[in-house]
């Protein structure tokens, strides 16, 4: 059974919250109850005090490569260790807190270690992965091998 989509434009966690006529969008309330339930846990012991979380990226095919396009805006180069290693490809590093004078009334930017992690479906060319950072993404080309490329079959009339 398939069901009707409705669509609405924007984020989720730019809309604002539906219910009691709040003014503020639903992020601000998550990320309030996720940094109170983080030094509840941290208290509690059962939890480290340092989160990684995944940073958004796109994975896309050609007959010869694969490309991950990740956002790392404000990232530098020298702060983002890429790694190649079994099929899995690794991005990892640290958005790092910006000294600021004043006091930072709300803050929905992130901060703290990021990694985004894949496997490749095919045999790559490990030696031949270039990696590029222009405008606060990060772009890794990973060619596959010869034998890893698809090849089209003509099918025949019977």
């Given at each position: 059974m398939t069901l009707p989509v409705h669509h609405q434009h924007g984020r989720l966690l730019e809309r604002p919250f539906p219910t009691v006529g709040w003014s503020e969008p639903i992020a601000a309330e998550f990320g309030d109850l996720f940094e109170r339930m983080n030094r509840f846990?941290?208290?509690a012991g059962a939890a480290p005090a340092a989160t990684v979380f995944?940073?958004?990226?796109?994975?896309?095919?050609?007959?010869d490569a694969y490309f991950v396009e990740a956002e790392l805006p404000g990232i530098e180069r020298d702060d983002i260790d890429v790694e190649l290693g079994e099929r899995e490809l690794c991005i990892a590093g640290e958005y790092r807190e910006q000294e600021r004078e004043g006091v930072l009334r709300?803050?929905?930017?992130?901060?703290?270690?990021?990694?985004?992690?894949v496997l490749l479906p095919a045999d790559v060319k490990e030696e031949e992965v270039t990696a590029t950072l222009a405008d606060g993404v990060l772009t890794v080309v990973v060619p596959k091998s010869q034998g890893a490329r698809s090849k089209h079959i003509e099918i025949n009339q019977a």
């Amino acid at each position: 059974m398939t069901l009707p989509v409705h669509h609405q434009h924007g984020r989720l966690l730019e809309r604002p919250f539906p219910t009691v006529g709040w003014s503020e969008p639903i992020a601000a309330e998550f990320g309030d109850l996720f940094e109170r339930m983080n030094r509840f846990l941290e208290a509690a012991g059962a939890a480290p005090a340092a989160t990684v979380f995944s940073p958004p990226a796109d994975l896309r095919e050609t007959d010869d490569a694969y490309f991950v396009e990740a956002e790392l805006p404000g990232i530098e180069r020298d702060d983002i260790d890429v790694e190649l290693g079994e099929r899995e490809l690794c991005i990892a590093g640290e958005y790092r807190e910006q000294e600021r004078e004043g006091v930072l009334r709300r803050s929905t930017r992130r901060s703290g270690r990021f990694e985004y992690r894949v496997l490749l479906p095919a045999d790559v060319k490990e030696e031949e992965v270039t990696a590029t950072l222009a405008d606060g993404v990060l772009t890794v080309v990973v060619p596959k091998s010869q034998g890893a490329r698809s090849k089209h079959i003509e099918i025949n009339q019977a």
